[in-house]
């Protein structure tokens, strides 16, 4: 008899999650409740429910759900509010999806009564962190059981054994080995291992799934618009979309043009360096877009204290502290700053390309007549930067007199 | 009698600074000096010493210097170590000419024993405080003369007559009102004005002069190669070049390829937002590059505290702080983390896209044995992210004891 | 006839004030507005009025507004909840003040239609950046009138003949040089000049005036405490107080026991090194109070953010940015870590010393299960240290087999 | 067979320590090379010989090193440069020291061809992480052995069986629960555990034992000076002294005058909070003179860049990263701008308090000819202010058109 008694599964109906299921009931003598969640990944669910089936999982553990708005409004467009990109380059797709699972996975946990909740995240990679910070934070006194951290299935032979020694349908593709491994959500594609391995290497023009090479994109630009309000995206194309629909509508239009392709050695964190691939098609052409609607609406002072903020809170979020204070504080400051975050952005898509071309507002802070070389009949006083200068360098006046140079 | 004996004036020999000098000269009754630097903004020099020779200055009193070398290996490249980008996009290729134009300056107002320096940034700019900041700071004493934030000529109309009732030669373009105004140097040229002044108006194509149109680009990719020593760029294609060399090469491949194009609307320090248009094709390629060899030869801490205070650093030498102990710092630190910043990058270059698709290093901190998702003989202990996630955890369960969610 | 007709001045009552009020009616031929505010500066207010009428000041309009509850509340609180500490060491007494005088001081422009405010603060000094940057935040297209900068009563006796030439009254101790010059309010007495211009002298004694000497004070420790509410102090030794009544009762327990004397260089935003003397009793005793219970009801994160975005939030308020979009963004951020800052603590005020010596929460987050020495019940698990330690590792060691030491 | 042979033990020749030496010997059955350091802690190391004998350790395998100078030049002082506090207020004894240890004990690990260490510290402190992390850090591929995380002597009772089991000598006082543990050097004593855990009471005063009670501490205020040069300490009083003399004879100061107590409650790297009591009686008196010394010497762009590093570098030194890429770069900045921090300082010791009341130095950047109210012959002038506050006020003018308020 095992100490658990009804653990929620993050579930995506794959050969690991599914041997996982197995596993758990076998080993645990424990109920398993299944959880598949739609974020975008663009794979039919109910397969998902036949296979939880299959194993014996009745109808009223089985939990698919449609989380795509919940994902964009909550989880998307509040990171994208704060400009956050890990290491400089790279949009977080992954890790922005995983508090969410996370999330629901423990209100089901909740829901069904469970003591435990179990994923199929390996011991070597951020995702086992983000799960398991989310669930902790959430559920104090859950109990979480990561398999790959546990059990002796430790190559893909003894998976596939233990796969045909318990009946579990096992897809064609995945009797060898899988040439890389892939995430994916409406935010983003990423794909690692085997093939990617070699930083030296390219990654091979097969490993992309959600975006066409830069190279057969049109000939041909397309211009489009996006209409933010309080800093989050509303319209494309002066239609108005709900979050997920825009984000659908932008990752179709990176898509065709080829955008959002990263290839990137990063610094996970649990120690290692790791080469990844990422696809972000339609958020690559959103998060410019963010920062061209704040380059008229936002403030000096606000702007620039977001982007010192902004390598911080990308960090949390990969590092998987979504559910954290600190990660808050810094939500509260991004989302004070946002108000008047409000206009429209028109954006060149090319070949790879996103060039934001043109942004107006009505809230706009930029002032031709403020600005013109012109005369600006009295808008601003050029004997003012006489004084600004002077007072500006006093210290380093008074530190030149002291140190020479 | 004036109070200033002797100018030193920052001369491009263009119709703006030529007036200065003039004016200068009957303003204050001084001698002026003229220094003429060689930034690689391309254009002749030697018509600016016809020029001042013409307007009375005596041979020994005309500056003619190459800086282009000591640009790039003592500007460009330190800055670039910091992955400097201002607001998020903008490569500072104006800011950080300005220093050096600066410090020669003085060098030159100590050589021929000048009291008083010159230029001929506006009252509206950044380049007047950033000039001046340089001056203050590297000869507290200096006397700073701006004729723009002193004289009445205030109109462009006003300039010309100046022009014509002193014998200033006027080229036939500068007559008219110019549609807009540029900045050029070995890093970049950067346009502003006029025509630019309408943020939701696309930059006609005719303002880019450094760059193809990337629909114009060659249809075939361009596969390079860029080796770095010590944080800094050695080599194109394995052929040894000298910092302004390279810079030189890449302009040229940046230029062939359409990249390096950015529209911004950006906060200046004198407190007014602007328009620009900046066209950085050859740091554009060598930006991303440094950040591909550090992402296999930086360990994670340094990386991510770079890129914390990268954004202040930028900020720094935008608002001309070059010269000031707080950029000083700050590039101790940065320069700290470069000395294993040595290797290979690869980067395709595409219709205005520069992509890294490969890195390697001598000094590689990535690990393949240890990242793999196979085997790794012992390298890494899959169990010990489990206690890392449980430590990592519990002042977040702490916490979710306490208040529940 | 001058371009202003009605200004609003920040008038104290004293000789500088007075003489200011006169120098507007005279100089640009206006009416005055005098607004008077009691910020606890502990001077009776009405001789103001008299002074004011005397100068023929209307009733109606002479404005003498006690402003203590709204000082601390809506000021002096907010900055406490973040630590703010100036240079390590300033809590900022005379910086809080500022953005409320100026911020009423609108109000009242507003209300009487008056196109202009003025103030008497040295153009030297911070207060009038804090003051003019309040007023053009506040109203932007607000005329600003600063005599310090504009008059020619340059020297002391020019302005006591100034005084006497319009039958302004000269208080005999005023006919002298002052031997400082001081700003009071609930938080705190600042002095600065004249005798204290020697950073290498001690401050005379003569120049403390808030708190007696702590050789002078009792030879008992006196224990106390606190109760705070979501990060703001509520009582005093278990009874229930206001704002400024806390703030009152902890002055004169401060006064008593010599406590908040500080003797600083600091570095004003105009750019010069000044050397102040700051009496700050009530203050130190509630800034070291509130670190005392937010160290066991913030969590880490919060806690160190908050450690991290202090020195720049002390800056913004010693700068005069307290009405700004950044200022405003990082109080939302702190406001955000204090909804559990609630809990008292228990402090020893002994000669010139204040000591937290104990502090207990409703919402503690310390657990005396989880610290123990002894088995706690399984609490917290050692093994789990080993896998902490090893993967916080791993990047050095990667770094060490790169390096050697 | 163990697979350790040989393993150098910080051994300071206590109980616990010699427990494990023995444990380490019989269940390792390795040999066990000891390594004691003199830090300052106020001990005789020659009995630790002894026992090391005792157990069988042969003289050239015991390492007694007198590591105090090395231990304030290279660590105490570099770290006070910094100016670094931990949440505000611990100023790191037991952080500082790890380190060092670390370092020593690998380099006698290479000395003696040890191929693992093992340390004193249990599995719910901070210690292990820090000597842990020195160890990979510095000898990526050593072995190390933490008994308290392994071994099941997990209360008093069973250590004490053991000790007796193995002959080991057990002091009096060791043979009960003691009240609290202690860990000592040159720069503080710390207290934690049993009769602190309560964060509400008192720490007892027989838990302090380098610094005199202030209560009891001399009726008399006591001057000295502090020498600094480069940011370090050099002389007390006027006459020159070495690091460690000066740390040891502030520290008699400390202690006469009650200097140095501290009562905190703090976060803990491995993720809870403890009640600990420091007394750091020289180091606090070193680190408020340091500041001294640099609010005359440091620019203020220099000092405030430190102020906001500081609490990362604090926690970068407490989390145990010393030997860590971002420590050193976080230094490489510090030290850069200590160049010009010499001078002398001058203090008042009083019943707990230190108070700076004097600074000077050959390099001071005050002025007083700038800061005085007096005329000051055109070093500053005040019309420049104006022209500072308005392009400061700029962009929050606009703001304020836009918003209104």
Redesign the interface.
């Known amino acids: 008899m095992s100490d658990v008694k009804r653990v929620v599964l993050a579930f995506s109906g794959g050969l690991d999650t599914s041997v996982i299921l197995k596993w758990l009931q076998q080993t645990y003598q424990c109920e398993v409740v299944t959880f598949t969640a739609d974020l975008g990944q663009g794979e039919e669910l109910e397969p998902a429910r036949a296979k939880a089936k299959l194993m014996g999982v009745p109808d009223h553990h089985i939990f698919i759900d449609d989380l795509r708005e919940e994902f964009v409004k909550d989880y998307v467009f509040p990171m994208m509010r704060g ?1 956050a990109l890990y ?3 790279y949009l977080l797709g992954t890790s922005i999806a995983r508090p969410l699972i996370a999330k629901r996975q423990i209100e089901i946990a909740r829901a069904v009564g469970a003591d435990a909740v179990s994923h199929g995240a ?3 990679g951020n995702d ?2 983000r799960f ?2 989310g669930y ?6 859950i109990r979480v059981i ?1 398999p ?2 546990e059990w002796d299935l ?2 893909r032979t003894r998976l596939i054994e233990f796969a045909e020694a318990h009946q579990i349908p096992i897809p064609r593709d995945k009797r060898g080995e899988s040439p890389f ?1 892939t995430d994916a959500n409406l935010l983003h594609t990423s794909s690692e ?2 093939v990617l ?7 091979p023009d097969y490993v992309y799934s959600r975006t066409v090479n ?2 057969d994109a049109p ?1 041909q ?1 397309e211009i489009i618009t996006i209409d933010f309000e309080r800093g989050d995206g509303v319209a494309l194309n002066g239609e108005g979309m709900s979050p997920a629909t825009l984000l659908t509508a932008l990752n179709e239009l990176g898509r065709k043009h080829g955008i959002g ?1 990263l ?5 996970r964190f ?6 990844g691939m990422y696809e972000t098609p339609g958020g690559t052409i959103y998060h410019l877009a963010h ?1 061209g609607i704040e ?2 609406t ?11 903020l ?3 809170y990308a ?1 949390l979020i990969y590092n998987g ?1 979504w ?4 990660r ?3 939500q ?6 946002q108000e ?1 975050v409000t206009g429209t952005v ?1 954006l ?1 898509l ?4 996103v ?6 507002s009505p ?6 007549k ?6 600006d009949a009295g808008a ?24 020479g ?1």
């Open positions: 400009n290491e400089g380059l390996t011991g070597k086992q962190v398991e910070l902790y934070g959430l559920a104090p006194d990561a790959w951290r430790t190559s491994s291992g085997k391995e070699d930083p030296w290497e390219e990654v830069p190279e000939d630009p392709r290839d990137l050695v990063e610094n649990v120690g290692m360096k790791s080469r920062r380059q008229i936002l403030d000096r002072g606000a702007a620039h204290l977001k982007d010192e902004a390598p911080r960090e502290f559910f954290s204070p600190e808050e504080m810094l509260a400051a991004i989302d004070h700053s008047k028109r060149k090319y070949k790879g390309g060039h934001v071309i043109g942004r107006k809230y706009t802070l930029y002032s031709e403020v600005v013109t070389f012109e005369d601003y006083d050029q004997r003012d930067a006489a004084g600004f200068i002077k007072l500006n360098a006093l210290r380093l006046r008074l530190l030149g007199r002291r140190d140079r």
